[in-house]
């Protein structure tokens, strides 16, 4: 889930309200959610690797001839959209072999079990988001069983380095817990204009709103593990910057820019990658400081 600086205070007290209130049924979105669904032109941002996701909600596809490989599927309802984003750029939605997730919450894989029925794609996830994805969305360390999706079983477990390769094309997991036990970046090479570039897939270095940090019994780690998370993404080379969410690289401005025909490509920022890491950490220590 998403929180910025000016957001993140707003999204606690809808999301303490939320939870107080009922558990999300599993083909709903959150109220405070919805807006997150808004539509977005499909587009590709470099080499064989594609932007397939909401105006909030960042969906990227990796082509290849044999088959495709999708990284998050965002909201169920949401699906005939991604399909329509796949198709628009001539490609086949049933060709999606492998589906992963950057983090098991339910606005990045609500919509896995029907992508998974609907294209046959095997769903890879770390070891401690597997059990939350195929469960529906129990256990997870924030939000216990708040928010719910139908159950969608895990084909297979990925580990800290572990490569996944279809058609020529590897992605490599880096286990980044802390905003989920499981949180996975992603990393990938592409070439664009005949240069290669380095592109991290940046699952979310954010506390959840409402979340505490200090002496959880749920997440005894958590800030072990966030200290952990900081130090894997500093260590990530980053040519191209991508996100879980588009606000985290702001998709909008460079889509903009790439549309006009900017070069060198404009989703090429590791200055920017450096901020948001640096802004994410900021915030983690002042929520832990403010917890102590």
């Not at 909600?57 to 044999?66: C, D, G, K, N, V």
């Not at 800290?160 to 499981?182: F, N, Q, R, S, Y």
């Not at 952990?228 to 969410?245: E, M």
Request: proline share 6%; charged share 15%.
């Amino acid at each position: 889930m998403r929180a910025t600086t000016h957001t993140s205070a707003l999204v606690a007290v809808a999301l303490t309200a939320a939870l107080g209130a009922c558990r999300v049924g599993p083909h709903d979105v959150p109220h405070m959610m919805r807006g997150w669904n808004g539509s977005f032109p499909a587009f590709r941002i470099a080499g064989n690797l594609h932007y397939v996701g909401t105006d909030h909600m960042a969906l990227f596809l990796l082509t290849t001839p044999a088959g495709h490989i999708l990284l998050d599927s965002g909201f169920e309802t949401n699906v005939p959209a991604l399909r329509r984003s796949v198709e628009s750029l001539g490609f086949r939605f049933q060709d999606i072999k492998i589906l992963l997730a950057s983090h098991a919450h339910i606005d990045h894989v609500q919509g896995h079990s029907l992508v998974r029925r609907l294209t046959g794609a095997r769903v890879l996830a770390s070891a401690a988001d597997a059990p939350v994805i195929a469960s529906g969305g129990r256990g997870d360390w924030a939000y216990g069983s708040a928010f719910s999706w139908e159950p969608c079983p895990v084909d297979g477990v990925v580990r800290d380095g572990e490569a996944v390769t279809l058609g020529g094309t590897t992605l490599v997991a880096h286990l980044t817990p802390g905003h989920t036990k499981g949180a996975t970046t992603w990393t990938t090479n592409v070439v664009d204009d005949g240069r290669p570039l380095a592109v991290v897939f940046y699952a979310s270095g954010n506390v959840p709103p409402g979340a505490r940090l200090v002496g959880n019994p749920e997440y005894p780690q958590a800030i072990a593990d966030f200290e952990h998370s900081f130090a894997v993404w500093r260590a990530l080379p980053c040519d191209i910057f991508l996100g879980a969410h588009g606000e985290f690289f702001d998709l909008a401005t460079k889509w903009r820019h790439l549309s006009a025909g900017a070069r060198p490509n404009p989703f090429i920022d590791p200055s920017g990658y450096r901020r948001a890491i640096d802004g994410a950490e900021q915030r983690f220590r002042a929520e832990v400081a403010h917890e102590m």
